[in-house]
Each structure stands twice: as structure tokens, then as C-alpha cells.
């Protein structure tokens, strides 16, 4: 069983940046894969971010690519997303997931284990 816990959400002006943080209670992430999910108000959850333990390959929506940065720091068993230029299209609460693997995904149904979630609100 993984328990995950985000933090880092709040209200930013356009161009803003924030760091979440995605905790985990288990101490072997690196066998794990974990992504970063975001459902906006009337819409669908969908995956912005991924890494996968071994090489910390990372994925991203192609939407976010170049504002979207994902990291791990397995000493602290915490993922972050880091995300600059935010725009309010970004506005969604954002959930970390993770699943026991080595390959990234964007689906919901490939992922086990899911935070509460933390609520971004862009907006001038």
C-alpha cells in the first residue's frame, strides 16, 4: 500500500510559477512509476506528467512540454512537478498516482495508487 499526499497548490497570476510536491509513504519509489494528473472544472482527468524509476525517464503532455518539469528525490520519497509560464488553462486540481513498473503512461487505469489531490487556480 502507498499513501501519496500533494502540496504546493494555490492561486497565481498568468506567468506565475509553482512547485507541487507529491509525498509518499513508501521508501522504494524507484521502483515505481509516478505521474501527475490534472482535472479542470466540466472536464476529463488527464495525465501531464510522468518518471519512471532506473533512469528517471520523464513524459510530458505535449501541451505543457517546455513550462512542466518533473524531478524525484528518492532520499525524501517526494516527486515534484515544477511548473513555470502557468497560464489559466492550467487551473485544475492536480492529482499525483503511482503504480509498481518501469513504463510511463498517460491512462488512468495504469495507475494504483492516488493522492487527494491540490487545487491551482491561475488568475489575474
Request: hydrophobic residues 30%; neutral net charge.
Amino acid at each position: 500500500q502507498v499513501q501519496l499526499v500533494e502540496s504546493g497548490g494555490g492561486s497565481v497570476q498568468p506567468g506565475g510559477s509553482l512547485r507541487l510536491s507529491c509525498a509518499a509513504s513508501k521508501s522504494t519509489l524507484n521502483a515505481y512509476r509516478i505521474a501527475w494528473f490534472r482535472q479542470a472544472p466540466g472536464k476529463e482527468r488527464e495525465g501531464v506528467s510522468c518518471i519512471v524509476g532506473g533512469d528517471d525517464a520523464t513524459h510530458y503532455l505535449d501541451s505543457v512540454k517546455g513550462r512542466f518539469s518533473i524531478s524525484r528525490d528518492n532520499a525524501k520519497n517526494t516527486v515534484y512537478l515544477q511548473i513555470d509560464s502557468l497560464k489559466p488553462e492550467d487551473t485544475a486540481v492536480y492529482y499525483c498516482a503511482a503504480a509498481a513498473g518501469y513504463f510511463c503512461s498517460g491512462l488512468m487505469s495504469s495507475y494504483t495508487y492516488w493522492g487527494q489531490g491540490t487545487q491551482v487556480t491561475v488568475s489575474s
